[in-house]
């Protein structure tokens, strides 16, 4: 004879029931919670060789089997070793640090560098970009000249500390192409400029109380391939006078 349960016991059993799946809901939750953590995260697809930028980052929650980054500064200015999909989260090995060039690895083929004072007077240095394209003139007692053409920015030179600003030794910063010169801050003691070896004498031979003139080449110019050249007028002319074994040369104005 079957026995009828009684209102407390199926009350009882309900609620046996009813924890037994609420306890199994959240261990499943808990495991799927123990194989998931917050990560950054690829916002789109990546190729290798990327320079990883925080436009290139999300966060969110990911499964994974392996550690992951979760810290941006990890990633951020880094190149990417390998291919990323969208969603798809970064382990140590999927990026390298960027090599800084060392200063003779940034100096063009068949140039040198040297540094040029700029003057106050002249073109705002600090409007420059590196890669800029420039003349340098000098003017004196004896008329103006030009020292060097063609001379390409590198870099620039800036005061370190009060050190510098009492002259002393300056802090260099290179110039990826089209960084301005302004984007170091502080004030620009000395230009590093790329310059043709034949050109290194004619601009160390400055003399301080000469003046010095930088004319800075166009971008369209440049990009035609066709620099403006900057010419004097000629106002005069050399004649050689030869009188026996004694030549001389003299300047007849035109």
């Not at 004619?202 to 010095?212: K, N, Q």
Request: hydrophobic residues 40%; without cysteine; glycine residues 10%.
């Amino acid at each position: 004879m079957k026995r009828k349960l009684k209102g407390s016991a199926t009350g009882s059993i309900v609620l046996f029931l009813a924890s037994s799946m609420l306890a199994s809901v959240l261990g499943i939750r808990q495991i799927d919670r123990m194989g998931s953590e917050t990560a950054w995260v690829a916002s789109s697809d990546l190729k290798i060789g990327e320079i990883i930028t925080p436009k290139f980052l999300e966060q969110r929650k990911v499964k994974t089997d392996g550690v992951v980054l979760a810290e941006p500064r990890a990633l951020i200015g880094k190149r990417l070793t390998v291919e990323k999909k969208a969603g798809e989260p970064f382990n140590d090995r999927d990026v390298v640090a960027l090599k800084r060039p060392s200063l003779a690895e940034v100096v063009p083929a068949g140039r040198v560098l040297y540094t040029l004072a700029p003057d106050p007077q002249s073109i705002p240095v600090s409007q420059l970009r590196g890669g800029d394209r420039l003349d340098v003139l000098v003017t004196s007692a004896a008329g103006v000249r030009t020292v060097a053409r063609d001379v390409r920015l590198v870099g620039v030179m800036r005061p370190s500390g009060a050190a510098g600003a009492a002259g002393g030794k300056g802090v260099m910063s290179l110039l990826p192409q089209k960084t301005p010169a302004s984007s170091g801050g502080g004030n620009i003691t000395s230009l590093v400029v790329a310059v043709y070896p034949e050109s290194v004498y004619p601009l160390a031979s400055i003399h301080t109380s000469e003046r010095v003139s930088l004319v800075l080449h166009g971008a369209r110019d440049l990009a035609r391939g066709e620099p403006l050249a900057v010419q004097p007028v000629a106002t005069h002319r050399e004649i050689e006078m030869v009188q026996g074994l004694s030549r001389s040369t003299v300047r007849v104005r035109i």
